[in-house]
């Protein structure tokens, strides 16, 4: 066990409709990452918060948009959802917010887009 | 820009036998590599990490990986392979001067034979 908690485990919606993934980040870190895996774009970067700020952002869509609130905890929105999003989503956490600190993971969220 | 190839997307040994999971990297900056490892239905778990400090890393479940820089390589090794270990290997590269994004390589599957 990580200490990242993510919720929910599944998600299953529609084309067009918009979800929320939530992630809490292990006691004590103040970053807060958001990755993408699928099949056919492998694991990508999406956006990173540091302390409520965004820090970073990687290959993420418009329709997509992720915060991090005052107690750490952070939400990736997604809307207007459309087949190719179906993935597994995968949040991260870590202390610092550069360079070799390594990232501790949360168990992810598979979405399924009907 | 940093990037990571993993030269094999499947390896396959026996149980008792080394195995041997091979990464190339490319990095502007020194880079801070790592290992993950995922079980099926399961999230990352961090297996090693290399920070410009000793070249031979060890890691967890008896793991090691070598940084060689003139080779631009953190291959992955183990004396003996167990059943537990199968499971998806990325490797990933983060730049020490960079916000803490990772670029993941495309992983490798790696199956173990009774």
């Known amino acids: 066990d990580s200490g990242v908690t993510q919720t929910p485990k599944h998600l299953i919606t529609a084309t067009g409709q918009r979800v929320t993934l939530r992630c809490s980040p292990r006691s004590g870190d103040l970053s807060v990452y958001w990755y993408q895996q699928s099949l056919d774009q492998g694991l990508q970067f999406l956006i990173q918060y540091y302390n409520g700020e965004e820090r970073a952002k990687g290959n993420i869509l418009e329709r997509f948009s992720a915060q991090q609130f005052p107690d750490l905890h952070s939400e990736l929105n997604l809307s207007s959802l459309e087949l190719g999003d179906s993935a597994l989503y995968f949040c991260?956490?870590?202390?610092?917010?550069?360079?070799?600190?390594?990232?501790?993971f949360g168990p992810g969220t598979r979405l399924t887009v009907l | 820009a940093q990037s990571v190839t993993q030269l094999d997307s499947h390896v396959s040994v026996s149980e008792g036998t080394p195995v041997l999971l091979r990464c190339n990297y490319s990095?502007?900056?020194?880079?801070?590599l790592f290992w993950y490892v995922q079980h099926p239905n399961k999230g990352l778990q961090l297996l090693l990490k290399?920070?410009?400090?000793?070249?031979l890393v060890k890691g967890i479940n008896g793991f090691e990986a070598e940084f060689k820089k003139s080779e631009t390589s953190f291959h992955l090794t183990k004396p003996s392979a167990h059943m537990s270990d199968a499971a998806e290997y990325f490797c990933?590269?983060?730049?020490?001067?960079?916000?803490?994004?990772?670029?993941f390589g495309q992983g490798t599957i790696l199956t173990v034979h009774p």
């Open positions: 990095s502007s900056y020194s880079p801070s």
């Open positions: 991260a956490s870590s202390f610092r917010s550069k360079g070799n600190n390594e990232q501790f």
């Open positions: 290399y920070t410009s400090a000793a070249t």
């Open positions: 990933v590269v983060s730049g020490l001067l960079s916000y803490g994004k990772l670029t």
